[in-house]
């Protein structure tokens, strides 16, 4: 199905260039999401948001940092897929550690089945096809996302990006899904929905139910977890929040969360224990994520993650 060149609801609206979805809030643009990327294979092209913003304008997202050119805003990437790599750059595995393995697959973008309004939103439902490094079929994936502004109490400042992914096993064989953790290496459970942040957020602080922090939040587990990190040239300070469904496999997760290296965080579903996804038996996942301007304190935090919850218990 084609999607209509532009969308309208509320202060919200989205523009369709043929390779991108652009949605604005109040006139300026704050999420793009490119669907036809053009990366070089080793970087495992797949869709991907970028650049994300806050609703006053401050760019909370960096693609194809120099350290890991494969990082690309907010994306949907898993490093450890039976032989595969949807995440991009050097495969860990127990018998090569990192290694560059001529393994890097793409998520190719299929259709939009829509581009609709909702009551409270903007929402894109998208097939995919994941494929190998030479082409063969490896997943069939259904995906919906939505863009939303929140008006609840303690959420001034903020909106919510909804994402759903469904993957169905169309390879033949049973795939088992893990994360370099799951090959040997400690701590390095990546794989899942990912962020990472600019140079400028690096050394920022982690909040959860659980306290404030840095990089010993990786590898936690909480029903939500925010970032909070300062812009260059502003001067002012910006939130990203994550939270998931309870459903999910596996919930809560446990979180990939790293600020003294760069900021980054992920959830990361396959962090310390395989997954198989068997034929006929799809996996489902679903998130939240918060952009927010201004820091958070635990009040607001809670405000927010309350919030982003029900908006995805509320998404049909």
Not at 109 to 114: E, I, K, R
Not at 132 to 148: C, D, L
Not at 229 to 243: A, E, N, Q, V
Not at 264 to 275: M, N, R, T, W
């Amino acid at each position: 199905m084609t999607t209509p060149a532009a969308t309208t609801t509320r202060q919200l609206s989205v523009l369709d260039d043929g390779a991108a979805l652009s949605f604005t809030a109040n006139g300026r643009t704050i999420a793009t999401y490119t669907y036809m990327p053009t990366d070089a294979q080793y970087e495992s092209p797949r869709p991907f948001f970028h650049p994300l913003a806050t609703l006053d304008g401050d760019e909370v997202t960096i693609s194809r940092p120099w350290d890991h050119v494969w990082h690309k805003g907010l994306s949907w990437a898993l490093p450890n897929v039976g032989k595969h790599n949807f995440w991009g750059g050097a495969t860990y595995t127990r018998a090569t550690e990192y290694a560059n393995l001529d393994n890097n697959g793409a998520m190719t973008h299929q259709a939009f089945a829509s581009v609709k309004e909702t009551e409270a939103g903007i929402t894109a439902s998208e097939s995919l096809t994941w494929t190998s490094q030479e082409g063969e079929p490896v997943i069939a994936e259904n995906r919906r996302f939505s863009i939303q502004l929140l008006d609840a109490e303690g959420t001034e400042g903020a909106y919510a990006i909804l994402f759903e992914s469904e993957m169905s096993n169309i390879s033949g064989e049973t795939i088992t899904i893990g994360s370099p953790t799951t090959e040997g290496r400690d701590n390095a459970g990546y794989g899942g929905l990912f962020w990472r942040g600019p140079r400028s957020f690096t050394g920022g602080e982690f909040r959860s139910p659980e306290g404030t922090g840095g990089d010993e939040f990786m590898g936690t587990r909480s029903p939500w977890i925010a970032f909070t990190g300062k812009h260059d040239d502003t001067c002012r300070s910006s939130t990203i929040l994550f939270t998931e469904d309870g459903a999910n496999p596996g919930a809560p997760t446990q979180w990939f969360a790293r600020s003294s290296m760069f900021a980054c965080l992920g959830s990361a579903p396959f962090f310390s224990k395989e997954v198989p996804l068997e034929e006929g038996s799809p996996l489902t996942f679903r998130y939240a994520v918060v952009i927010a301007d201004g820091a958070v304190d635990g009040a607001r935090a809670a405000a927010l993650a309350g919030a982003a919850q029900q908006a995805l218990e509320s998404w049909a």
